[in-house]
């Protein structure tokens, strides 16, 4: 029996991330070249988008209600507060740990990946650029409707990953210039494979106004051990006659 590429390459990503079980349903691209195909959605409209807070302590994004749903975030009404501080006295320091707040938008589309097929939909997470690629072959008449099951097309997608310190993978989108079918059996394989698609929405735990203000409160304390509290927070946390002590303390209590 040949090895199970797809196990393997579980295996390797658990390892990389100390043993802690991951989501296979969510897609990251490897360095190089590889070939994807975005599918379509019952909606018409398979660029979803959403906004994250990426610098709160050790979280790894807290979904931002306010930005992507229209509800209360006390992370927004902070590093609004903060960065209206920061203009008024002009002060770039809070100016600086306000930017690092605020919310950055992520896109998000259902991909089959060419040559792991087998492995079902996967969900890709990626940025503006890329976003504003795929919506101008979209809106171009030499290709259309990408997403199309029958008429569609596959993109080949080259990822470069970051050389230097703070700077930023690269990604490079270009389509086959022939149109192909999404699978082999459009009949069967390609309805089932399309009812498929997990609702991407759902993949992302939607935190109450309480909880973000208790993980904001925990980043914002004077413990100067906690790994997550940056040492320009604390030095904003110190002063207690800073307006952005009063600020915080305001929405806290307000």
């Known amino acids: 029996m040949a090895i ?3 196990a393997m390459r579980a295996k390797l990503e658990a390892s990389k991330n100390g043993g802690k ?13 590889q070939t994807i195909r975005i599918l379509p959605t019952s909606d018409g409209d398979p ?9 709160v302590g050790k979280n790894p994004g807290i979904l931002c209600e306010k930005r992507t749903h229209g509800g209360e975030c006390p992370i927004c009404d902070f590093a609004s507060t903060l960065w209206r501080d920061g203009v008024d006295n002009n002060d770039d320091r809070a100016k600086k740990e306000a930017k690092k707040l605020f919310a950055r938008k992520r896109y998000f589309s259902p991909i089959l990946v060419r040559g792991q097929e087998a492995s079902g939909v996967k969900i890709w997470s990626y940025g503006k650029m890329a976003y504003e690629t795929l919506l101008g072959y979209v809106l171009d008449p030499d290709y259309g ?9 596959d993109i080949v997608l080259n990822y470069t990953v970051p050389g230097t310190p703070g700077s930023f993978p690269k990604t ?3 389509p086959r210039r022939r149109p192909s079918e999404l699978c082999d ?8 494979l399309l009812d498929s ?5 759902s993949m992302f735990e939607r935190k109450t106004k309480e909880q973000v203000q208790a993980i904001l409160e925990e980043y914002l304390s004077t413990d100067k051990s906690s790994e997550a509290t940056s040492s320009e927070t604390q030095k904003y946390n110190t002063a207690s006659d800073s307006k952005v002590d009063k600020a915080f303390a305001e929405l806290m209590n307000g």
């Open 197 to 201: 698609i997990p609702d991407i929405e």
């Open 4 to 6: 199970n590429l797809e």
């Open 21 to 33: 079980k991951t989501d296979s349903t969510k897609w990251r691209p490897q360095e190089g070249d």
């Open 47 to 55: 660029f979803k988008e959403f906004h994250f807070h990426y610098n």
């Open 145 to 153: 409707d990408i997403t199309d099951p029958e008429t569609g097309t």
């Open 172 to 174: 490079l989108l270009k």
């Open 185 to 192: 059996d459009m009949v069967e394989n390609c309805a089932q």
